[in-house]
Each structure stands twice: as C-alpha cells, then as structure tokens.
C-alpha cells in the first residue's frame, strides 16, 4: 500500500510511536513505518500489537531496558582481520543477554513476533565465547587465552621485583621522607618511578620522567629500576599484542554469527515496536480493527487519533466520533458544506485510520470497524500554491488530479478536499464532474469534499456517488462535526453574516442578487467561505 503519509499527518503517530520505544532499534522502525504489502503481514503484525497490548493490560509485558546500539560495531565485524573494541564486545554480550532474558519471558506469547519468536535468542556459543573473555565490567579477563595468563603472570613478578627495588631507594637516607607515603611506589606510563621534591631528585640518579604538583615535584626513575621497567615494558606489549589478537579471533567470531546476530536485532526491533503500539492503544483506548483483502471501509464511531490525544492531555475539544461505509455499492462520498463543519478532519480520519491499520496499529473507536485493503491512498488535501515553481493554486490541484488519474484504479481510496476550488466555480465545477465520472467508471472509493454547490445535484443524479454533509446546527449557528450520510450539506454564509452584525438590509439585497444566480439552490444560503 502506497500513502501519502504526510499529507494524512501519519509522520506525528510515527513520532509518538518513537518516544514510546526503549532502544535506538525501535526508534528508527517507528520512524521507518509503513503499511505492510499485503494482508498476511498486515494481520502479523497486528496480531504482534495485540498480543502486546494484552500483556500490557495484564501487566506482564516485560520492560526493555536502555540498550547500546551494536549495529555499526556489526558492519565493522563484517570485515576480515577487523578487531573490534572491548567496549563495542562488551555492548554486543549485553544486547544478547538481554535478548535471551526477553525471549524467555515472551516464550508463552510467541505471536508479539511476525516471524519466529526463537530467533530472538542469540548464538549459544558467541555468548559462551564472550563470557570467557571479557569481565562484566567490559574489560579482557587476564585468563582469556594461555599466553595472557603467562604474559599477566610475568607482568605481576615484575611489577613486585621493580616496586620493591623503587621502595629501596625511597628508603635511602638522602631521599627519605615522612608521611604514610613515603615508601609509595607511583606508576608512570606502567613504569615504577618515585616522585620527590626538587631538591631530593637532585640527589637521586636515574631518568628524570617529568614533573608532579603543579612543577613541585619531579617524577624520577632510579637508575637501578630501569633494566626491570625495561623488562616490564617487553611485558605489557606482549600482552598488547596478544589482546588485539584475541580481539581480532573474537571479531572474527561474531563474524561467522552475522546473520543470527541480524535476526536477532530484527526481533528485538519489532518487539520494542509492537511494545511502544501496544502502549499507543492503552493511551487511545483502542482495538484492532478487522482487516480484510478487499477495497473496502467501515468506520462506527472512529476518531482522529491525534485529536483524541490531545483531548486527553487537555489541549483540546473532545472529537466527534465519525461512522463512514465505502464498498460497491457506495464507493464515493460526496461532503458538501461550511469550511468549519470539519469536512477536512472526516477525509482525514479516515486516510489515518485505514494507514495506521495496514501498518498493524490499533485504531480508536466505539465499535469496531473494517477496514479493507488498497493498493494507494492518495490525497489532496490544502492549499498546493507553491511560490518555488510558480503554481497556482488551482494548478497545484491539477497536478495531483493528473497523479490520481495515472493511478487509481478499483482498490484505489482517494481523498480530495475541495475538487474544483481555485478557478471560475461553473469551470471547476464542470472539471469535478468530469473527475467524479472518471472515478466512478474506475470504481474507485474514497472522499470528495467541495464548497460547489451544482456537484450535490450531480450526486444526487448519478449512482456510486452518495451526497453526504456535516452536520450544523441552524438555532446556534455552530458545526456539530458529526457526519450525514445522504444529506446534502446546506450553507449559512448570508445567516451567519447576518447573526455577525452585517445590516439587515444589506443581507436581504444579498439573498435577491443570490436568487438570481444560475447555482442558487431553493431555500438555502450562499456560502463561499
């Protein structure tokens, strides 16, 4: 299924669904969504949210830890004779305990995956491989291979033979000092030196290291301590060598594990993000809707998602729930009626609605609802005047109207807001028509929303198209936003000018000139708001 996914603002859900996740993995797959091809993925990936959203009612959906991200340290692995770092090592063992821990927790729930819930588990032996090198803190154990064990074994008998030599020649009666640190042996670029005040190195041979204290004190290495520092250093880069060689047998390890380690990190992605959905329902109240492989949507008492938020946060009104019905035998929907009477907000329920569906996602509503399967939901929806390549607005309309035309087809769902606007309204009215009999010979479904008042006698002669209003309210002069199906939407620009204060006199010569106009309608106002 191909959206328009902005134009319908599914990017804001994508957003909520992002600050919803715990790993950078779902992060980037909330932001990344999109509805599923076809409709076995569609119902996996509800039925994942669903199962999620149960665990999450019942309180035992596990919680995701803050995880490091490991997927560059993998690309980097890719890479024969790379070595990875300890720390991206040690990252990589505590993404896959983790995973580990989660799959044994969901094993009873297999279906919060699409695919196979055991790919979750990492490799055995790389798990295995990697506890028996590195520490839990994240550094190379000292055991990790035999020649770090001789290597570590010999640095510490040095280290002792050099310190007590250091600790001699503190001891020395022209270098003696006071204190509980005055036998102290200090390290300096893992060689045993002393550090003195000046006048105490003066007296001391050997090679001067460089100062302490801010210039006080000098850093001294005694001249009888150099041969075992010197053996030390040998030491410390034989043990070097030997780590960045077991680092590199370890990369080459989590190479050979490249594609378990891939499906694992896809689990865990889809995971956090049927989590992150899950907790999105909690907060509309929402359920999944019946999905189903033909052209087709039923809507009972839906709202706008990001409406219904922001009445829950106490940022806005509370929405009026929308019920709409698209299928062979009304396919198109024709919205006539006031600017304010929230024709947008119905055209864009429903294009959010039927893409957060096919993306997997549960959709608020009192009943339920279903919602059926199109190859393209394609939209025109605002004002298309772009000032950069010096359209109008009428042109920007045209351009997306020959976009539709290349495209829709019988399991196309268009949504078009005011078709015809921006040119001479007999024009454009004539060119909707002409739009409206090219979409119903396609069996196209979809939305149509206009302020022309010629095109509700053009529904109402011909089939496939069904006239439709939002409800207003005459006696308070206010919208109802609630959707009438087989009603023709009836303006009140001259009543409302009139409530407004304009003169009575005024209004009344404005009805006359209106009778006269070849688009009046008997009994009802001008309104070209």
């Not at 055991?118 to 291979?145: T, V």
């Not at 689990?267 to 959905?277: E, P």
């Not at 829950?312 to 019920?323: H, I, K, Y």
Request: glycine share 8%; aromatic share 4%.
């Amino acid at each position: 299924m191909q959206v328009d996914l902005k134009a319908l603002e599914f990017p804001a859900i994508q957003r909520l669904l992002e600050r919803l996740t715990a790993t950078p993995y779902g992060a980037d797959a909330a932001r990344g969504l999109e509805p599923a091809p076809n409709l076995g993925a569609a119902q996996a990936l509800q039925k994942a949210v669903t199962v999620a959203r149960q665990r999450l009612d019942a309180g035992t959906l596990p919680r995701l830890g803050q995880l490091p991200d490991v997927r560059a340290a993998l690309r980097q692995a890719a890479n024969p004779g790379a070595a990875l770092p300890v720390q991206a090592l040690h990252n990589l063992q505590t993404i896959m305990r983790q995973a580990r821990e989660l799959a044994d927790q969901l094993a009873d729930t297999p279906e919060i995956y699409p695919a196979d819930l055991k790919k979750l588990y990492p490799p055995e032996a790389l798990e295995e491989r990697l506890a028996a090198c590195l520490n839990p803190g994240g550094s190379l154990r000292e055991d990790a291979s035999p020649s770090l064990v001789e290597a570590f074994g010999e640095r510490g008998r040095l280290r002792e033979e050099v310190a007590t030599v250091v600790k001699k020649r503190l001891a020395a009666s022209d270098v003696a000092q006071k204190g509980e640190d005055a036998l102290k042996v200090q390290w300096h670029q893992e060689r045993a030196v002393m550090v003195l005040r000046g006048e105490m190195a003066n007296a001391v041979k050997g090679v001067r290291r460089g100062s302490a204290m801010g210039g006080r004190d000098q850093i001294v290495e005694p001249i009888e301590a150099v041969p075992l520092n010197n053996q030390l250093d040998t030491v410390n880069s034989q043990i070097n060598t030997e780590q960045q060689r077991l680092l590199r047998e370890l990369t080459d390890s989590v190479r050979s594990f490249g594609d378990p380690l891939e499906l694992m990190l896809t689990a865990l992605t889809w995971i956090d993000l049927a989590s992150a959905a899950a907790q999105l329902s909690a907060q509309m109240n929402a359920h999944a809707p019946v999905l189903e492989d033909s052209a087709g949507v039923e809507l009972i008492e839906a709202y706008h998602p990001l409406l219904l938020l922001q009445f829950a946060e106490g940022n806005g009104p509370q929405p009026v729930p929308l019920s709409i019905r698209l299928d062979e035998d009304q396919p198109l929907l024709l919205i006539t009626g006031p600017n304010t009477g929230g024709k947008t907000v119905a055209l864009k329920t429903l294009g959010l609605l039927v893409t957060m569906a096919w993306c997997g996602l549960h959709i608020p509503a009192e009943q339920d609802c279903r919602i059926g399967r199109f190859d393209r939901v394609m939209v025109d929806v605002g004002d298309n005047q772009s000032l950069f390549h010096h359209l109008s607005t009428f042109a920007g309309h045209v351009e997306v109207l020959k976009r539709i035309l290349d495209h829709a087809g019988a399991e196309t769902l268009i949504l078009l807001d005011e078709l015809g606007t921006g040119t001479d309204p007999d024009e454009g009215a004539a060119l909707a028509m002409a739009m409206l009999d090219e979409l119903r010979s396609r069996g196209t479904r979809g939305i149509v929303n206009t302020h022309l008042a010629p095109l509700k006698d053009y529904a109402a002669q011909h089939a496939g198209i069904v006239n439709a209003s939002m409800q207003f309210d005459a006696d308070t002069l206010s919208p109802t936003y609630r959707l009438l199906v087989g009603e023709p939407g009836v303006s009140f620009g001259l009543t409302i000018a009139e409530k407004n204060g304009l003169p009575p006199a005024l209004v009344e010569r404005a009805r006359e000139h209106f009778s006269e106009l070849p688009t009046a309608q008997a009994g009802a106002d001008a309104d070209r708001s």
